[in-house]
């Protein structure tokens, strides 16, 4: 019976390869021929919140059309909890960033939102018109930037991935703390959203053909919105973001281990 099991798993982990492949292609064709529906958007050379927010349903939608098609294939499955609570005005979406799946997972299920990505991946040629068309922000520490970011909360939900890259193979969560400023100078309300992946996949510097022999499990939760004012008023900003920054480290350490 095990061998038998041990033969139905490894032949499932070669069907999850091949699907794998077949994936990343598929993402990068059509990555490269969506600019393409994309022209109008990106030849827009004022485009105003509602014309970015069309763009943003288009390239959404054919990332909820490839998170399916990740499910279907049985290249992972994956669970959403509180979701209806994301997508408001003046709303920051902190995340933890356990994979490379993350922000396609996350963002098809809230097409309005805006978010803050990897300079880098302007040199992408199956990003970069999506993150132009969609007026994504890309992740420059200027006063810009951070203007930029009060500007965007002023009237969209944002989402950020304050550790910066993602997590390391330890599952430790380590935050940046400027995200959790900019939470606390700009924001409504901060809603954290717990990724826990297990077996862990997808990660930085990791292959994509080192897959995992169990098929990969993705919860995303959304926990309990911390309203900014309440950390204000006991400390000023430096200080509040510092402790703000350390209850949230330790509140995603503990809830994104896998039992």
Sequence with gaps: MAEKTSLSSRANRAWRLVATGLGFVFFGVFGVLLQLFLIPFLLNPSPDLASRKRARRTVTKT????????TAAGILSVRFEGFE?????????????????????????????????????????????????????PNH?????????????????????????????????????????MGLRSAKT?????????P????????WYKIPLQKPVYVFRVGDDI???????????????????????????ERSKND
């Design 63 to 70: 990332w909820l059309w490839f998170s399916h098609y990740l």
């Design 141 to 181: 520490e200027d006063m810009d930037f951070v203007e930029a970011v009060d500007k965007i909360l002023q009237e969209e939900c944002l989402l950020v991935f304050p550790e910066g890259t993602r997590t390391g193979w330890d599952g430790v969560v380590k935050f940046h703390r400027g995200a959790v400023s």
């Design 227 to 253: 309203d900014p004012q309440d950390w204000l008023a006991k400390h000023p900003l430096p200080i509040a973001a510092r402790r703000l920054n350390d209850y949230l480290q330790h509140y995603f350490n």
């Design 85 to 137: 609570r994301l997508g408001r005005p003046g709303q920051l979406i902190l995340a933890n960033h356990p994979s490379l799946l993350d922000v396609v997972l996350l963002l098809s299920r809230v097409p309005e939102a805006n978010c803050i990505v990897k300079a880098d991946l302007l040199k992408n040629p199956a990003m970069i018109g999506q993150i132009r068309s969609c007026g994504y922000l």
């Design 190 to 198: 901060i809603t954290p959203v717990v990724i826990r992946m297990q």
């Design 200 to 207: 862990p996949n997808f990660k930085k510097g990791q292959p």
